[in-house]
């Protein structure tokens, strides 16, 4: 009897731990993690033009490369914000099961279908996996609180960078030691897609998101995952004189919401969600898109937010360019047909050097406030040489590695991009920045691929497309570089006196001290 009572009580206590555990951030974290691992291995992408080239499809790498390769820069733009506003609708899960569900029929017709319209409609559905990118990240910071922001866009970006490792390391083995044919490959790749599509089904449903569903916001001081009830602590009554306790953990999460901002502005900020929230319960369509265009505003009122959101557009459209055709280049550099091909390898250390840098930044303590500008361009600058290095060495090694080099930076920036834009948001419209910032990417890209690389502008050869690729990132190298050199030299100053008042301001917190102490 004593023994079934302790198996009764340790079942309850490990149910207890177990929806604690469901509870907490790590959980929806970790599995959005495992989905974001699983969908990005894919063993062929490293070698996907020597299978559209190769016998299987008889495509010719001009087709290939300025007829059907520019069909997913349109269809990523198309479709971008008709699945922002859906993703924000759907409360970012569904998109996410969606997202897999169309990654799964790219695969399929990749395998099945041939010729070069058929491609571009491949093209075109791929470029619907890639606009739902952003229900991904955003669906995270609707589950997690401010201070995990850092650390759970590390994580989620490490995921997905691990899995194009593990995908590039299986492609290469699978191709060099010959183990499966490309069209074998591409059915292993339709099973991970599917056990892919499990684990976004098991994701839990947020509860919120920022416009069609603001009305759950208030609903959040009664199950505790909001800083609602906290602001409520916080905000003393008319004719009172309540004081706060500092040793107050949800006090304390309430003013960690964001440092550089006084209680007041917090408050403040949060009132404006709660007004916001009650104004929508009968809102249409037309107030959600007043209100988006008022919190577009409002997101981007902020300086700093302005700098890296531009950087972020920039740079991702620099970055789709060179990573969709770098394969072109070394194709060109080095056939396929002449020399053993390592783009998976090549692959898989450019996405693990990606990964180990993104997963540092997790932990980093720099002031990217003040060094962050400066540290854009200087390492914008490494990758505008890494391209150069690329297009004037004529050389298959120079090209990997300039290509890992240039990956790997751009991967560390991104990241510390996210978290600089995330944690400075007045009203957690991450998704809407997000959304923004590649919708900006997306026109230069069109813009770019439309003028630059599609047969029916000029259409010029992948060296000359390499060449103007580094001048870009040179350019952005030069902007923000003495952007931050500017910003750091006129803070200079300000820092320098704001260092003769501290010894001050804690001999008066002292002195004040002493008078409480003696009325004490």
């Given amino acids: 009897m004593q023994q079934d009572i302790s198996e009764c009580t340790l079942q309850i206590v490990n149910m207890d731990t177990l929806k604690r555990w469901m509870r907490d951030w790590k959980y929806p974290t970790s599995l959005l993690c495992i989905y974001g691992f699983i969908s990005t291995v894919k063993p062929l992408e490293p070698f996907l033009i020597p299978f559209l080239t190769g016998p299987d499809k008889n495509l010719t790498i001009e087709q290939v490369t300025n007829q059907i390769f520019p069909v997913w ?28 569900l169309v990654l799964f029929a790219t695969t399929a017709m990749i395998l099945w279908c041939n010729g070069v319209r058929e491609m571009q409609a491949m093209q075109f559905i791929y470029g619907v996996v890639t606009s739902c990118d952003v229900a991904y990240f955003s669906y995270i910071y609707s589950m997690v609180e401010l201070k995990h922001y850092l650390k759970a866009t590390s994580y989620c970006r490490t995921a997905q960078l691990l899995g194009y490792t593990v995908g590039s390391v299986l492609g290469q083995v699978l191709v060099s030691f010959e183990l499966m044919s490309y069209k074998y490959i591409l059915v292993f790749t339709l099973v991970l897609n599917a056990v892919a599509l499990i684990t976004s089904i098991l994701l839990p449903m947020p509860k919120t998101s920022m416009f069609f569903h603001q009305r759950s916001r208030a609903s959040r001081e009664t199950d505790g995952e909001g800083h609602v009830e906290t602001v409520k602590h916080l905000e003393p009554e008319e004719g009172s004189t309540t004081q706060v306790d500092p040793q107050s953990n949800d006090q304390k999460d309430a003013v960690e919401v964001d440092g550089s901002k006084p209680k007041q502005e917090i408050l403040e900020g949060f009132n404006d969600c709660d007004s916001s929230a009650k104004s929508s319960k009968t809102g249409g369509c037309g107030d959600v898109l007043l209100r988006l265009w008022r919190d577009f505003l409002q997101c981007f009122s902020s300086r700093t937010l302005i700098i890296w959101s531009a950087w972020w557009a920039l740079s991702t459209c620099g970055y789709n360019q060179t990573v969709n055709y770098v394969q072109s280049l070394w194709e060109h550099v080095e056939p396929s047909s002449n020399f053993t091909v390592y783009n998976g390898g090549v692959e898989a250390l450019s996405n693990l050097f990606g990964a180990a840098a993104a997963y540092g930044i997790g932990f980093s303590s720099a002031d990217w406030s003040r060094w962050g500008e400066m540290a854009l361009g200087a390492l914008s600058a490494l990758e505008a040489g890494a391209l150069f290095a690329m297009v004037f060495s004529a050389n298959i090694w120079v090209c990997y590695c300039g290509y890992i080099l240039f990956k790997s930076l751009y ?63 040179s350019v952005i190298a030069i902007v923000f570089f003495l952007r931050g050199l500017y910003t750091t030299v006129c803070r200079k100053p300000e820092m320098e006196t704001q260092r003769e008042t501290p010894e001050e301001t804690f001999k008066a917190e002292d002195d004040a001290q002493i008078i409480t102490g003696t009325k004490f």
């Fill in 411 to 473: 991967m560390l920036l991104i990241t510390i991009a996210m978290f600089q834009i995330a944690a400075g948001l007045n009203m957690e419209r991450y998704a809407l920045v997000f959304g923004a910032n590649t919708f900006c990417a997306l026109v230069l890209q069109t813009i770019i691929t439309s003028v630059v690389v599609d047969s029916s502008g000029l259409g010029v050869d992948i060296v000359t497309q390499f060449t103007i690729y580094g001048g870009y990132f």
């Fill in 73 to 100: 820069t349109y269809s990523y733009l198309t479709v971008l914000v008709p699945v922002f506003l859906l993703t924000d609708w759907l409360r970012y899960k569904p998109v996410v099961v969606f997202q897999c």
